[in-house]
């Protein structure tokens, strides 16, 4: 596809999310960003994708999606790109085939099945899957990703699969709005990295923060932060494909 003409406003927001993110590094390794296009049409990833390629400091161009078949409907038409795509929802097994078919990197591996089925569909050809596994940081009820002391079994299942390459850990960290929990749960996270790069020294992404938090967790040790609102604006209301929630 043509770059279509660059939204006025997402220069801006890119600008001040750079810079934002250039000075919650305070002159330590810049944090990596990952543009979250859930909800977003493909012409609005195409405009961000120009803005983003404009920026030299963006680093490559890497965008979020949620869900795998809305990943699929938007991806024919940004081909050629060269954009790496991450999976950032939660995975069903069953749609681990396409996933590991679509994605470049899949952040939310929580559990051994998930490993199996995406280590299965990644085929022989492709480079090794990257991924990252998921941490239920705050321990909440409703949210996925594994408990903190199930890491290394995580870990240990990943690295013995070829077709698979361990990145990292990710969380989503409950949205407290006492921004001294949810820095005490990024700084969790940072432990849980540190003490698992001991083991796996090849490890390089912690993947925390999002619009609201993302100085804060780059503060903590973030190397890729999910931001999705402030850089596209407000998310349209999702359609019909990508509203059904995929069930546990
Ligand atoms: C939607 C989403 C984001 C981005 O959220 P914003 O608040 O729009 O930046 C980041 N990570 C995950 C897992 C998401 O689902």
């Not at 990292?168 to 921004?179: S, T």
Request: a neutral charge; hydrophobic letters at 45%.
């Amino acid at each position: 596809m043509s770059a279509p003409p660059l939204s006025p406003s997402i220069v801006p927001a890119l600008d001040a999310l750079l810079a934002g993110m250039a000075a919650a590094a305070a002159g330590g390794p810049p944090a990596r960003l990952l543009a979250v296009s859930k909800t977003q049409p493909a012409d609005a990833v195409a405009r961000v994708a120009a803005a983003l390629r404009a920026r030299p400091s963006a680093g490559p161009l890497a965008f979020g999606e949620n869900y795998v078949q809305e990943a699929l409907e938007k991806q024919p038409a940004l081909a050629g790109l060269g954009i790496e795509w991450h999976l950032i929802g939660h995975l069903q097994s069953n749609k681990a085939k396409d996933a590991a078919a679509a994605f470049d990197w899949v952040q939310t591996v929580d559990r051994e099945k998930l490993v199996e089925a995406l280590a299965r569909h990644r085929a022989p050809g492709q480079r090794p899957l990257n991924v990252l596994i998921q941490v239920n940081i705050d321990d909440e009820a409703s949210k996925h990703g594994c408990r903190p002391e199930d890491v290394d079994a995580l870990a240990n299942a990943i690295v013995a699969r070829p077709q698979l390459a361990l990145r990292g850990l990710m969380a989503i960290p409950a949205p407290d709005p006492d921004m001294d929990r949810r820095r005490a749960a990024f700084r969790r996270m940072r432990g849980l990295f540190d003490a698992l790069a001991a083991r796996h020294p090849g490890i390089d992404t912690l993947s925390m923060g999002m619009s609201e938090d993302y100085a804060l967790a780059i503060a903590e040790g973030a190397t890729l932060v999910r931001v999705g609102s402030a850089l596209f604006g407000a998310r349209p209301p999702k359609s019909p494909t990508a509203t059904a929630p995929e069930p546990a």
